[in-house]
């Protein structure tokens, strides 16, 4: 109740757009005949919950329209074994929240004809409900080149399926594709905490050798959409190129004691041991927690 309470300062912000905002505990719902106003409040509502260090759900949050809320009761055999073998990609990768580690070992069947025509009718229709976007990036890994143009629209769209995207870009042979790609969605103001942070993944995990590396740490770190989460995505990026250190430095003189000073702390493992030992010095001081990153981060650099 005490939550429940603490919360009503989201219910009566004045920078809400939308035509009814309701909440029951942490559920919100959103209503409005404008996608733009409930786009706004969504991002609105983010902002005002981040400035409290919470966070909202990107596994729990959806979006439906009129058109979408009666949902055909027969699905197309096709489907059904797409639809099951996405289950079970999503399983063997280690992505099912509920059981992360249960299959180790997977033999993934080749698509099929009929599997593969009715994929390539997806990706030629102008627009895709977030079911079949996720169902695309899950069973596609194998024919990356035929999804890849409907990346920045599922991008854009789907938000939540960005951790999809992550794994979907591992397969992509054209890294500065994917790197022209982010740089281009990054052009939006509108994005979203979870997609920043996402684009952080893709960039240390795929992209610190492309021609476009250094444009996208300032675009994700310096977007209007920033906030603490994804900035320190970018300063735990363990490396001495592209003026990550000169980034780091600054927020391990200062002393502070927060998750960006944590994340520059931890970036700091690939620095040769003079330096770190030396900027670390600093940053130890400043709090007992400081002390204790400090300390993991330089037996870390040291196995």
């Not at 996720?134 to 789907?158: C, D, N, S």
């Not at 939540?160 to 740089?183: G, H, I, P, T, Y």
């Not at 795929?206 to 603490?228: Q, S």
């Not at 989460?229 to 502070?256: C, M, N, W, Y």
Request: hydrophobic share 40%; aromatic share 8%.
């Amino acid at each position: 109740m005490i939550g429940n309470d603490f919360l009503r300062f989201v219910d009566n912000h004045h920078g809400l757009k939308s035509n009814q905002l309701l909440r029951f505990m942490d559920d919100f719902y959103l209503f409005s005949d404008s996608a733009e106003d409930i786009r706004a409040d969504f991002l609105l509502i983010q902002k005002l919950l981040g400035e409290k260090s919470l966070n909202l759900n990107p596994n729990k949050t959806s979006r439906v329209i009129a058109g979408h809320t009666q949902i055909a009761a027969d699905i197309d055999s096709v489907k059904k074994k797409l639809l099951d073998r996405r289950r079970h990609e999503i399983s063997v990768t280690g992505y099912d929240d509920d059981e992360p580690e249960t299959v180790h070992i997977t033999v993934r069947k080749p698509l099929s004809k009929d599997e593969l025509e009715y994929i390539s009718q997806l990706l030629a229709q102008e627009t895709l409900e977030e079911e079949d976007a996720e169902l695309v990036l899950a069973v596609m890994r194998e024919h990356v080149t035929k999804a890849e143009r409907k990346l920045e629209y599922i991008i854009q769209t789907f938000p939540n399926l960005m951790k999809s995207v992550f794994n979907f870009c591992a397969r992509v042979q054209d890294k500065e594709f994917v790197a022209d790609l982010l740089l281009k969605s990054l052009l939006s103001r509108d994005l979203q905490e979870y997609q920043l942070f996402w684009f952080g993944h893709i960039l240390e995990s795929y992209l610190m050798n492309t021609t476009k590396t250094a444009r996208l740490i300032d675009a994700i770190f310096n977007h209007p959409g920033a906030t603490v989460v994804s900035k320190a995505k970018i300063l735990e990026i363990s490396d001495r190129r592209f003026g990550l250190p000169e980034l780091r430095e600054p927020l391990l003189k200062t002393g502070q004691s927060d998750w960006l000073s944590w994340s520059a702390a931890v970036g700091e493992r690939s620095q040769q041991a003079a330096t770190r030992n030396h900027r670390l010095g600093y940053f130890a001081k400043g709090s007992s927690m400081n002390w204790l990153v400090s300390t993991i981060v330089s037996q870390m650099a040291s196995e």
